[in-house]
């Protein structure tokens, strides 16, 4: 079954450090995977995807994030964080469901705090 | 600008309640979709719709109900039968049949519905 696993609950950074938050999924075909941000109380907005090519991928906000084949991860970096990208992090794989449906399936989030 | 549309932004429930969550989309999408969010188990899908007229469970669609009889317009309602409904609620939409180059699926904004 397809599944996510973001294996880090919360993180805590300092303004203007590295960023490295991880995500492994599980799928048997290639695939399409996602990287979407949440601010309290707010939906969700997409930071980048991959659906095939170039593995390293550039988003909004500076983020970017890597997809290797051989260790089913696709993490999200950013070389330095900015107090406002304090949010809830979740990590998306996606495929078809129901013929022609696309279905999205979520990692549990990771929270980041910016510590100033 | 298009987009998705989720009333109220909050939402309080009496016990033996039924309340009605309502998601409007002017991006001309086929397909939309209710998220449930839980602090710490990402988002589960309780249903989604293909087509007007047409829709299916997903995975936590017990206590839940829906209707899909304008293309723009997939209301939620959560039922007495929902023992713990609580949580926050998204609505996604999505083009039918690939994935959309640019987003995967668009998010509202959420209805946060609390129990009295």
């Known amino acids: 079954a397809q599944s996510v696993t973001q294996p880090d609950i919360h993180i805590t950074v300092s303004e203007g450090a590295s960023l490295e938050l991880r995500c492994n999924y599980s799928?048997?075909?290639?695939?399409?995977l996602f990287w979407y941000v949440q601010s309290p109380g707010q939906g969700l907005q997409l930071l980048l995807k991959?659906?095939?090519?170039?593995?390293l991928v550039q988003g909004i906000k500076g983020f970017e994030a890597e997809f290797k084949r051989s260790q089913s991860s696709f993490n999200l970096r950013k070389p330095s964080v900015h107090w406002s990208d304090a949010a809830e992090y979740f990590c998306?794989?996606?495929?078809?469901?129901?013929?022609?449906?696309?279905?999205?399936?979520f990692g549990t989030g990771t929270l980041l705090a910016v510590q100033p | 600008d298009g987009g998705i549309t989720q009333s109220p932004k909050y939402l309080f429930r009496k016990e033996g309640q039924n309340v009605t969550l309502s998601c409007e989309q002017n991006?001309?999408?086929?397909?939309m979709y209710w998220y449930r969010q839980d602090p710490g188990q990402g988002l589960r899908l309780i249903y989604y719709s293909q087509i007007v007229n047409d829709f299916q469970k997903g995975d936590i669609a017990e206590g839940y109900s829906v209707s899909r009889e304008k293309k723009e317009s997939f209301p939620l309602t959560v039922t007495s039968a929902q023992k713990n409904p609580t949580a926050f609620y998204l609505c996604?939409?999505?083009?039918?049949?690939?994935?959309?180059?640019?987003?995967?699926?668009?998010f509202g904004d959420g209805t946060r519905l609390s129990i009295l």
């Open positions: 991959y659906f095939s090519g170039d593995t």
């Open positions: 998306a794989v996606g495929f078809y469901y129901g013929g022609a449906t696309n279905k999205l399936i």
């Open positions: 991006l001309n999408h086929d397909a």
């Open positions: 799928y048997g075909a290639t695939p399409y």
């Open positions: 996604a939409s999505s083009i039918l049949g690939e994935w959309d180059s640019n987003q995967p699926q668009h």
